[in-house]
């Protein structure tokens, strides 16, 4: 069946970087758009990053561009997030993301609903604290 695992949460300090990985398994990983979206304690999800099934082309969030920089091995079968110059904001659990086709859905409003993307991982954990 499909899984989706990430990793390379933590805790990092103001300005600092942080890689996620999400190792994909169970499905032709090259055939799907994949994103990453957050959730702040007490907030909605939010969506933060996507990519087309080929990695040819991405998008970002507002509030990321700049800073992050998603991209996927479609031969690993596993995509990643580069976070840089990170802030107390970016503070979450976040979440890799299958899409339904070849092409990310960024959600309306920069917010999604669970249903939106076909199967979640379980998320990574990441703190930015002085």
């Known amino acids: 069946q499909v899984q989706l695992v990430e990793s390379g949460g933590g805790l990092a300090q103001p300005g600092g970087s942080l890689r996620l990985s999400c190792a994909a398994s169970g499905f032709t990983f090259s055939s799907y758009a994949m994103s990453w979206a957050r959730q702040a304690p007490g907030q909605g999800l939010e969506w933060v990053s996507g990519?087309?099934?080929?990695?040819?082309?991405?998008y970002y969030a507002d509030s990321v561009k700049g800073r992050f920089t998603i991209s996927r091995d479609n031969a690993k079968n596993t995509l990643y997030l580069q976070m840089n110059s990170l802030k107390p904001e970016d503070t979450a659990l976040y979440y890799c993301a299958k899409g339904f086709d070849t092409v990310p859905w960024i959600g309306a409003g920069g917010s999604l609903k669970k249903y939106e993307y076909d199967h979640w991982g379980q998320g990574t954990q990441v703190t930015v604290s002085s």
């Open positions: 990519i087309y099934s080929d990695g040819s082309d991405t």
